[in-house]
């Protein structure tokens, strides 16, 4: 059985998958994720990738240079057996370029559509899907 304890993980999980991405912590970012997560950010004019480390590479060549803040908020996590679980996140993002590139600011709002499994070092993100509701631009 799923134990009540496997929720904090996921929040905490999902926390660091934020905090790593802001302070562009690509090789911590890969232990967020199974090796062959899939994450679709196509819908925000991103791609589809198969594996971790084909979505840092493309977050590096999309926002290295990028001043990024990422908020997550009110999570709706189920456990849907000992070892998998499905989670919505509402989510906040600014994003910043640097001086000279064609984009300034950026505000958007959306929500992380996630699928988890728990492997022997623990949680890990096994699927996620970003939407956006909106995006503002200055």
Do not use: C
Request: no cysteine.
């Amino acid at each position: 059985m799923a134990h009540p304890d496997d929720i904090e993980a996921i929040k905490q999980l999902k926390a660091r998958y934020f905090r790593l991405i802001d302070t562009k912590d690509w090789e911590g970012l890969t232990h967020v994720f199974s090796p062959d997560v899939v994450v679709d950010t196509s819908g925000d004019g991103g791609a589809v990738t198969q594996t971790a480390d084909d979505f840092i590479d493309l977050l590096r060549s999309n926002i290295e240079h990028v001043t990024t803040v990422h908020h997550g908020h009110m999570p709706e996590i189920e456990l849907t057996s000992t070892t998998t679980a499905r989670g919505v996140w509402a989510m906040e993002d600014e994003l910043w370029w640097p001086d000279g590139s064609p984009l300034h600011h950026m505000h958007g709002y959306g929500h992380y559509l996630d699928t988890y499994e728990k492997a022997e070092a623990g949680w890990r993100v096994k699927s996620m899907t970003l939407t956006r509701l909106k995006r503002e631009f200055d």
